[in-house]
């Protein structure tokens, strides 16, 4: 039985009354309820509105309101077909908001003169209740996924489904204050959830037309989820930034900082304050201006981070694995001695070099490359790459380098020479000393394609990252809309054979937003995390001739320079889960070849720039994936949100017609592929196999030199297509709104997941064989991972319809 609503102090009987007499008539007459006064509506009470009102209209000053107490709030009910008109910053609802229809429903909440509405797009009718907080999110919790940069500290929403769940559109204003939080950057503006743990990104697109009307800006506008938001997992969402913030130019304090040899004084400084270095000092600093009247030593790990410029005789000296960084552009930059240590190189193996220092130093690459045991001029074969069209008669992309631009890469081989002498097993990293001013500021640097051959060497350009410091790959290629948005780097997997010096296996990591592919074994994900080291070359794929990229102090980090020729396979912290996985193609000779596929959100089926990645190889043997409609090969294929009816062409390439064998397996399934919950099939149209790797690898053999039309990857055959799978003991089954499982085991947990990987209902079994559960989700499919008792475990797909 409903309950009715209650008085509270704010409000007259009178007034009551007369709000119900009013709503009573245009119910009767099918008009419009227009609210004039201000209604409250206190614990535990809802004033519900039928769809016989036609709409919920605002006038005169009407802030209306419903108590906030948790779990116990009074609410304002609106039916299928109401709509609510005329909400302002003096006109809006004040607390709880609820709908019970499945369509789009803009709610007129609001708080302390904010009106700032959220729409609603439930599934069910069951309800969906929401209230604006003009308050910093961090009352909820302060945690935040490494996905997000920052979150809102000025407003959230509390959605909460009854059981539903809701596509979400989330507003803003101009007390929003979106451009402090995006730094301007709407394209990289999320909405955020807090999942109990942390704040997380909810895949979430800026509207080109606000629900509030006209474009969305800086100053006004919406965003909409990329789907139903699980409302039981989710209730609180905010504003949320994901991409790169400038460090801020902050004025100085005045205060100066001295130190003496011993002691700071009169005390450390921070960002706000000038340093003085009067005696030798090791360790990071932080500061507003910097003068050196002695030397500052920096150990791996350790930076200098400065806002304006830097004098003195002193100067910075630099581990291999140090920064330093400016944040003026204008600002003079340090004098630094930098020590660059290369991965474990052999003899003619090949590095790749950027520009740390300003200026020609081609001399001192020449004459200060070390190895162990002091043996100097350790590298010769100096070169530069040559972009755009092949003269007549020239055969190789490759110039002699004789000396240096900054911002462009060259590459050095290891000289048949002291340890190296006639020993291709022998291998050291090599140390590389310079000394010079370090480069401050906006460089730019030129791009050259060949026109005629968008895709092929031509149009590749050897860089360098110019600072002395490690930058923001994501940040470069974003900035920069004259490059495909990929990064290669070198690494070369077996020794040169003989004494040419070439190589026999693919050699360069391809770097996109979707991760990042290996021309060698490894079974840690994504070693490289797009932070390029200093004096790192890398190269990219131009789009446009005689264009430009500038590298910028926005892109510099005083961290993640470990990441110089990559090559170990340490482990990086994820940004977030995502929803992929790599096949391996490896021959019997050894050789490898390795491709990602994912499933993104903000990918589509054509080509994805910052996500999906040519390939960029040599390797004798070439596994690659198909762009849909194209003849294109990817080494990393980003594709939209996860069906099980999607298909990915494979393709494999070879430089014999020889008869070879070769096998084909899968490793660093994440997502919603994690325990092989979606199976990954692998179609052999030729053999009329289908191949799940959950069992293995699959090996076949071939002659061709081009396979184009054999191998696809798919998700479900007809046996899996049926709303019931059967998976080895396992019977289970959604039907009538109830989950039915059966296994031959006992079980000991079950858990449930949507297609996006997100965890929507876990069951403790208690060691049961069986279990029947109510199931209140959207149609769709779902994944149950079993633990049995013993220890095993067991998946299902199941489909709600």
């Keep these: 039985m409903k309950k009715k609503s209650t008085l509270g102090t704010k409000k007259t009987v009178q007034s009551v009354l007369y709000f119900f007499l009013c709503l009573f008539s245009f119910l009767k007459a099918g008009a419009q309820v227009q609210n004039n006064t201000i209604i409250y509506i206190s614990d535990d009470t809802g004033i519900f509105l039928s769809s016989n009102a036609g709409n919920f209209s605002f006038g005169g000053s009407s802030t209306s309101t419903t108590t906030r107490t948790s779990g116990h709030y009074g609410k304002l009910i609106f039916d299928s077909g109401i709509t609510a008109n005329g909400a302002s910053n003096s006109n809006y609802l004040d607390g709880y908001a609820r709908t019970v229809s499945t369509s789009s429903f803009i709610m007129p909440i609001g708080q302390s003169g904010i009106y700032a509405p959220v729409k609603v797009t439930p599934t069910t009718t069951d309800g969906v209740d929401g209230a604006y907080y003009s308050a910093n999110p961090t009352i909820i919790g302060t945690a935040i996924n490494a996905a997000i940069t920052t979150v809102s500290s000025l407003e959230y929403w509390n959605i909460k489904g009854v059981l539903a769940d809701a596509a979400i559109s989330l507003s803003w204003r101009s007390s929003?204050?979106?451009?402090?939080?995006?730094?301007?950057?709407?394209?990289?503006?999320?909405?955020?959830?807090?999942?109990?743990?942390?704040?997380?990104?909810?895949?979430?697109?800026?509207?080109?037309?606000?629900?509030?009307?006209?474009a969305s800006t800086l100053t006004t506008g919406s965003i909409t989820s990329n789907a139903s938001v699980d409302l039981n997992t989710y209730s609180y969402f905010t504003l949320a930034y994901k991409g790169y913030i400038c460090p801020p130019i902050v004025t100085s304090s005045g205060v100066t900082k001295t130190w003496n040899g011993s002691s700071w004084s009169p005390s450390s400084p921070t960002i706000t304050d000038p340093a003085v270095i009067n005696a030798p000092y090791n360790g990071s600093l932080a500061c507003n201006s910097l003068v050196l009247n002695s030397n500052i030593t920096l150990s791996n790990g350790e930076a200098v981070d400065i806002v304006y410029g830097v004098t003195g005789t002193g100067k910075i000296i630099m581990a291999s694995e140090a920064s330093v960084t400016q944040r003026d552009n204008t600002a003079p930059a340090p004098q630094i001695q930098l020590v660059k240590s290369t991965r474990t190189l052999r003899r003619d193996d090949y590095t790749y070099f950027g520009t740390p220092i300003s200026g020609n130093f081609y001399a001192q690459l020449v004459n200060n490359a070390t190895s162990t045991g002091n043996y100097t001029n350790i590298?010769?074969?100096?070169?530069?790459?040559?972009?755009?069209?092949?003269?007549?008669?020239?055969?190789?992309?490759?110039?002699?380098?004789?000396?240096?631009?900054?911002?462009?890469?060259?590459?050095?081989?290891?000289?048949?020479?002291?340890?190296?002498?006639?020993?291709?097993?022998?291998?050291?990293?090599?140390?590389?000393?310079?000394?010079?001013?370090a480069n401050n500021g906006d460089i730019p640097v030129s791009i050259i394609t060949d026109p005629a051959h968008p895709e092929d060497e031509g149009s590749h350009n050897l860089l360098a990252n110019p600072y002395p410091c490690a930058i923001d790959g994501n940040k470069f290629l974003t900035d920069n809309t004259s490059i495909d948005g990929v990064i290669y780097i070198w690494q070369s997997k077996t020794i040169p054979q003989g004494s040419t010096g070439n190589y026999v296996q693919s050699d360069y990591i391809a770097y996109t937003k979707a991760g990042v592919v290996y021309p060698i074994p490894g079974t840690i994900p994504n070693s490289f995390n797009g932070k390029i080291a200093s004096d790192q070359g890398f190269v990219v794929l131009g789009l446009a001739n005689n264009s430009t990229v500038t590298f910028t102090n926005c892109m510099r980090l005083t961290g993640n320079n470990n990441q110089f020729n990559k090559n170990s396979l340490s482990q990086i912290t994820e940004e977030s889960v995502k929803n992929r996985f790599k096949l391996n193609l490896t021959g019997d000779n050894g050789v490898f070849s390795q491709i990602l596929i994912g499933y993104f959100p903000e990918a589509s089926l054509g080509y994805d720039r910052m996500y999906d990645a040519g390939r960029n190889s040599v390797s004798s043997v070439q596994l690659f994936s198909i762009l849909d409609n194209s003849n294109r090969e990817l080494a990393i294929n980003a594709r939209p949100t996860f069906t099980t009816t999607d298909i990915v062409n494979l393709g494999v390439s070879k430089d014999t017609s020889n008869e070879e064998s070769f096998t084909i397996d899968i490793q660093d399934q994440e997502g919603i592929f994690s325990g092989n919950a979606i199976p990954v099939i692998l179609h052999d149209k030729l053999m009329g196999i289908y191949h799940d790797f959950a069992n293995g690898s699959y090996s076949f053999n071939t002659n061709s030199e081009s396979v184009l039309d054999r191998f696809e990857i798919v998700y479900q055959t007809a046996a899996l297509s049926n709303s019931t799978y059967s998976n080895n003991s396992v019977f289970a089954v959604i039907k009538n709104n109830f989950l039915n499982i059966n296994a031959s085991l006992e079980m000991e947990k079950v858990e449930l997941f949507d297609v996006t990987g997100r965890k929507i209902e876990s069951y403790n079994t208690e060691n049961r064989k069986s279990i029947f559960k109510p199931f209140y989700h959207a149609e769709g499919i779902y994944i149950a991972q079993i633990k049995f008792s013993d220890g095993t475990t067991a998946s299902a797909k199941l489909i709600n319809k």
Excluded at 187 to 206: D, F, K, Q, Y
């Design 379 to 437: 590298l010769d074969g100096f070169y530069k790459y040559h972009s755009g069209p092949l003269a007549q008669g020239q055969m190789y992309f490759w110039d002699n380098l004789t000396a240096i631009t900054t911002g462009k890469g060259y590459i050095a081989k290891v000289k048949n020479a002291g340890p190296f002498l006639n020993n291709y097993t022998y291998s050291d990293a090599i140390n590389v000393s310079l000394n010079g001013t």
């Design 176 to 214: 929003s204050d979106i451009t402090t939080l995006t730094g301007s950057d709407l394209s990289n503006l999320t909405i955020a959830a807090w999942n109990g743990t942390e704040w997380t990104v909810i895949p979430s697109t800026l509207d080109t037309t606000s629900f509030l009307g006209g």
